[in-house]
Structures are given as C-alpha cells and as structure tokens.
C-alpha cells in the first residue's frame, strides 16, 4: 500500500484568512482527513472558517503540541501508513517555525514519508521583511527570559551580536507582557540602536515600525495582548 503524505499547513497568525492563505493551502487541507493539531478546537474552527465543504465531524484530529514525546509519533502517524495524508496544524503560523510539527516531520524523515510544507503566514518571516533590517545573515531566540536581571543582560548580549555579527535578531514574549518589554529594551539599549516593532501582523489592528531607541522613547506604541515580533539592528 501506498503511503499517505505530510502536509505542514499554515494558519492564519490574525483573525483574517482573505488574502493570507492562498489555494495550494485550501486544496492540501481538502486532500486529508487526518490532522496533527496542536490544538483540536482552533483547528476544528480554522477549518470552518474557510467554508471548503467538508464535513468537520469526519475529520480525524489527534493533538501534536510541545508536550508530545517522539515515542507517540509511530500511533499519531499510523494513518500515513495506511495511505491516509496527514496535516500538522499549529495553533497560528506555520507549523515547526516556533511552534510544534518538527517531531512530525522528524519521524517523517526517519520513515521515508514526503513531507510537503506550504507557503503561509510567518510572523517571524514577516517581521524580518518588515523591519530593514540585515536579512542575509539573523537569528530568532524566541521567548525573551522572563527573570528582571537574566531579561537585562540578553537584551544587552543581542545588542553586541547585532555589531560582533553584523546580524538582525529576533525575539518575542508573551503578549500581556510586551508593554514590559518594550520598556526594559528603551531603557539597556543603546539610544542609536534600531529597533523594530511587527504587532498583529496581517490583522486588522497591523503596527510596523522601525526607529532608533531615542526616537521610540518619544512615542511608545501600547502593545498590550496584541501578538509581535521585536527585532534589533545596530552596526
């Protein structure tokens, strides 16, 4: 019997699926009826949303989130085994980029099974092309530390890789927690440091911004639950 195949399906990073998510996407989720989510009911709804045809309550949906060890990937994929196409669905973005759906594709390599990843939305990618920022050569570091002394000296470590590297750098935090951020980068940073601010990207409520430090203080953006990227530049 034929295997099934591994599709890495973007969802929508904002409320908003006109103009995000393209055909290749939509034709992709029709060909399967097994999905690895890392969210059952956001999944569910997504697919909804999308008004495809498909009947939600035939769909199969197991969960693949950052608890899942590797050792559950032979079950969760049985599916593909029996020439069945499986989609991994994070919970917003593209599966695998800062989000989970590696251990998938992982086992999929292992296993000789096609992995087909689609072009969507990435928050980071977005971010990057945003912001004017070197993006020949960057890094992403994903949760920014939470601990007040640890926050400080890796907003002070990115800052001299910036200029020891020639090299963007990304991070995030939680969204309730950005305004925090925001204050804690104004205040290490150096005044002639270029930071840039990507918040609800491709959402209704978009804020793109890039400034050095000293020009930010002027004008803080409330960022509060809103979803962004930071990213930093100095030379």
Not at 54 to 76: A, P, R, V
Not at 162 to 184: E, H
Request: charged share 20%.
């Amino acid at each position: 019997m034929k295997q099934g195949n591994l599709y890495l399906i973007p969802i929508t990073i904002a409320e908003n699926t006109n103009n995000v998510i393209s055909s290749s996407v939509t034709d992709s989720i029709k060909n399967c009826n097994h999905f690895l989510v890392e969210n059952i009911r956001t999944a569910r709804r997504f697919i909804s949303s999308l008004k495809l045809g498909l009947t939600i309550e035939e769909l199969h949906f197991q969960q693949l989130d950052k608890k899942t060890d590797f050792g559950s990937l032979q079950k969760l994929m049985a599916p593909i085994r029996e020439g069945h196409n499986i989609g991994v669905m994070s919970e917003a973005g593209c599966p695998g980029v800062a989000d989970p759906g590696a251990l998938a594709v992982k086992y999929a390599h292992q296993n000789n099974i096609r992995v087909i990843p689609l072009v969507g939305p990435s928050s980071i990618l977005m971010a990057l092309m945003a912001s004017g920022f070197n993006g020949q050569s960057f890094a992403f570091h994903g949760y920014i530390p939470i601990d007040k002394q640890k926050r400080k000296a890796k907003i002070k470590e990115l800052e001299k890789d910036c200029i020891r590297l020639d090299q963007t750098q990304l991070f995030m935090d939680t969204p309730y927690r950005n305004n925090q951020l925001l204050s804690d980068l104004l205040n290490e940073l150096k005044p002639s440091t270029l930071l840039s601010i990507s918040a609800d990207v491709t959402g209704e409520s978009e804020y793109i911004g890039t400034k050095p430090v000293f020009a930010w203080k002027k004008n803080k953006p409330d960022l509060h639950k809103k979803p962004a990227i930071f990213s930093i530049y100095s030379k």
